[in-house]
T-cell receptor, first 114, second 117 residues
Framework: AQTVTQSQPEMSVQEAETVTLSCTYD???????LFWYKQPPSRQMILVIR??????QNATENRFSVNFQKAAKSFSLKISDSQLGDAAMYFCALITSGTYKYIFGTGTRLKVLA | KAGVTQTPRYLIKTRGQQVTLSCSPI?????VSWYQQTPGQGLQFLFE???????NKGNFPGRFSGRQFSNSRSEMNVSTLELGDSALYLC????????????????FGPGTRLTVL
C-alpha cells in the first residue's frame, strides 16, 4: 500500500525566515511522482512544486525547494524568505504508475508570524 | 484560461436526501478527479474520470457515484446522505489521466462545502 506521512500538524515561522516541512512516503513502485500542494484559507489548492522519482536533482521553484531523499523515502519542502502569503495548509502527495491515484498526507498548517 | 469551477459552492441537505455536485474542468483537460476533504480524514480520493470512463476509484461506498460528459464536465452524486458525508468536495482536472506521466499535474477547484443535517 502507498502511504504519505506528514508528522508536523502545525509549524510556525517568522517572516523572512526559512522553514522546512517534512514528508515521508512509502511505495514499492519505482515510477512515481511527488508533489507539494498549498491550500490557503478558503482558497483553492495550488501546486507548489513537483518531483519525478527518476530525477536525482531536487526541484526548485523560486523560494520553494525540496530535499528529495529517495532511499530514505523522504520529500521535505523548504520555504525560504517566508512571506505572510505563505500561510496555508501544505499537503504532500504521491502518485505512482501502479495505482494511478493521488495519495495525500494529512497536511501541515503553516503560520507566518509578522 | 479559466480555472476549474465547481457548483454549487455551498449546499445544505438533510439525512436521506441525495445531492449532485458539478465540476467544469480547465478547457482541454480530459481527466477529472473527485476528493472528499474532512478535518479528520484529510483528502480522500473518490474517483477519476477520463474520456467519460471511470478509470479509478477510492474506497467509498456505492452511494457515491459520478459521471463525465463528452465535454469533460463531471458530476458527482451522493445518495441517501449521512451525517458523515458532511465535507468539502474537491474536483481536480488534469490534461491527461493520472497514469499519463508527465502531464499528471492536477488543478483544483474551490470545492463544494456540503453540510448534512
Amino acid at each position: 500500500a502507498q502511504t504519505v506521512t506528514q508528522s508536523q500538524p502545525e509549524m510556525s515561522v517568522q517572516e523572512a525566515e526559512t522553514v522546512t516541512l517534512s514528508c515521508t512516503y512509502d511505495t514499492s513502485e519505482s515510477d512515481y511522482y511527488l508533489f507539494w500542494y498549498k491550500q490557503p484559507p478558503s482558497r483553492q489548492m495550488i501546486l507548489v512544486i513537483r518531483q519525478e522519482a527518476y530525477k536525482q536533482q531536487n526541484a526548485t521553484e523560486n523560494r520553494f525547494s525540496v530535499n528529495f531523499q529517495k532511499a530514505a523515502k523522504s520529500f521535505s519542502l523548504k520555504i525560504s524568505d517566508s512571506q505572510l502569503g505563505d500561510a496555508a495548509m501544505y499537503f504532500c502527495a504521491l502518485i505512482t504508475s501502479g495505482t494511478y491515484k493521488y495519495i495525500f498526507g494529512t497536511g501541515t498548517r503553516l503560520k507566518v508570524l509578522a | 484560461k479559466a480555472g476549474v469551477t465547481q457548483t454549487p459552492r455551498y449546499l445544505i441537505k438533510t439525512r436521506g436526501q441525495q445531492v449532485t455536485l458539478s465540476c467544469s474542468p480547465i478547457s482541454g483537460h480530459r481527466s477529472v478527479s473527485w476528493y472528499q476533504q474532512t478535518p479528520g480524514q484529510g483528502l480522500q480520493f473518490l474517483f477519476e474520470y477520463f474520456s467519460e470512463t471511470q478509470r479509478n476509484k477510492g474506497n467509498f461506498p456505492g452511494r457515491f457515484s459520478g459521471r463525465q460528459f463528452s465535454n469533460s464536465r463531471s458530476e458527482m452524486n451522493v445518495s441517501t446522505l449521512e451525517l458523515g458525508d458532511s465535507a468539502l468536495y474537491l474536483c481536480a482536472s488534469s490534461l491527461v489521466w493520472l497514469a499519463g506521466g508527465r502531464d499528471n499535474e492536477q488543478f483544483f477547484g474551490p470545492g463544494t462545502r456540503l453540510t448534512v443535517l
